[in-house]
């Protein structure tokens, strides 16, 4: 008799049981995150607002169909405003009612609940339902747009359940995370997934290093909690990338260790105040790292700096680049701001730079960021007395009037007045432009710039720095044989 039928049995059998225990092995290897719901979903609460605006003003805030209460939307970029405004229902008649709008968390035993400013901006009242469905009407405290976070507070006892705190700053790429909140009104809904990045940084979002996540995020999940394993707060859910209007696998949270920082401040004071070097920066790409004399491309261009602001009184020139600020290394120059705005005006910080292609050390006094932003300087239009366009850029350029450096802000360069076929044209030169700075040579006047543009070297990057309506910046190009 064949013994192949009793071999096929032996041999289904043993893969049976390793397939049994391989699924075994890998359900152990999965987090649960029971506990963790169990434990944190008390503390985590629902966020509605009414806005008492009269019915027939509400067609003209902030676009067709937008509703009273809706957060103010006009701050973010497009790709991300889309996604809050679809969470509204459009084209409808106006309501006085409160609209269901984000998420939020109690963070201390006597009410105080943190959110996104976006879920409360523009609201005449605010109200937190708790998980025992208790409604009751918050106080806001403070908000601070530029971090996107409000501070609220509600009268509810002594004893109402609080999250626990955890460090952003010790997450790490690829470590799993939970996030609770109400999704287009579902209260206490549960994602899970792992940290994507960090430090990352967004368009307008200049004072944010945010955590970027593959957790699935929804409109009302904004202002929720974002925990670690252990049951602790990282960070708050405030914005997703989308083009659909939906989730699409990249959602950014407001790390817990800026959000604790701006808390203490609206606490105290009841708005924010950062740090602010009066600069404008720029990335350096590989061309610029080339043409600054640096090994790989890092650090933070300055472009512009603004007279008599902390940048300009402690030393900071226009072309250096910051390589690191209090001995935190500048990597993109998006982490300058974030390293900045940490600071207390009127405290001392160091400044490495790379100036003359070597590097320097400044002290300098950090001052406060201003409310608005300045206003770039106006253009002015070419005067007469212009060079020959004979040179090897391409470009006509005349002395700078008095009047003109006066309006433009500018202590020297030349004017653009006539761009023509040339490496200047390519780079994007436009009439009205100011040329300051080439090939790291300072520009007075159009006696040096010819001077200095016959002698540009060839197929090396070549750094020029332009001033356009009153913003400062750094390009390269390259010149042939």
Known sequence: MSTYPVHSWFVALVGAVLLSWQTAATARSLPDFTELVEEASPAVVNISTRQNADPRAAGMQGGPGMQPGMPDLEGLPP???????????????????????????IISADGYVLTNNHVVAGADEIFVRLTDRRELSAELIGADPRSDLALLKIEAGEDLPVVRMGRSADLKAGEWVVAIGSPFGFDHSVTAGIVSAKGRALPNESYV???????????????????????????INSQIFTRSGGFMGLSFSIPVDVAMDVVEQLKRDGTVRRGWLGVVIQEVNKDLAESFGLPKPAGALVAQVMPGGPGDEGGLQVGDVILSFNDEEIVMSSDLPHAVGRVRPGETATVTVMRDKERQKLEMKIGALPEE?????????????????????????????????????????????????????????????????????RIDTVKTFQQVVKDLPSNRSISMRVVRQGRASYITFRLGQ
Do not use: C, H, W, Y
């Open 373 to 441: 932003d300045q206003a770039a300087m106006p253009g002015s239009q070419p005067q007469s007395g212009s060079s020959a366009a004979d040179n090897r850029l391409g470009v006509v350029v005349r002395d700078l009037t008095a009047e003109q450096k006066q309006n433009l802000d500018v202590q020297e360069g030349v004017m653009v007045a006539e761009v023509r076929q040339g490496p200047g044209a390519m780079v994007g030169l436009r009439p009205g432009d100011v040329i300051t700075n080439l090939d790291n040579e």
């Open 79 to 105: 790709i991300f405003r889309e996604f809050f405004e679809r969470g509204f229902p459009q084209g409808q008649a106006p309501q006085r009612q409160a609209q269901s709008l984000g998420s939020g968390f």
């Open 209 to 235: 290093p945010f955590i970027q996540t593959d957790v699935a995020i929804n409109p009302g999940n904004s202002g929720g909690p974002l925990f670690n394993l252990d049951g602790e707060v990282v960070g």
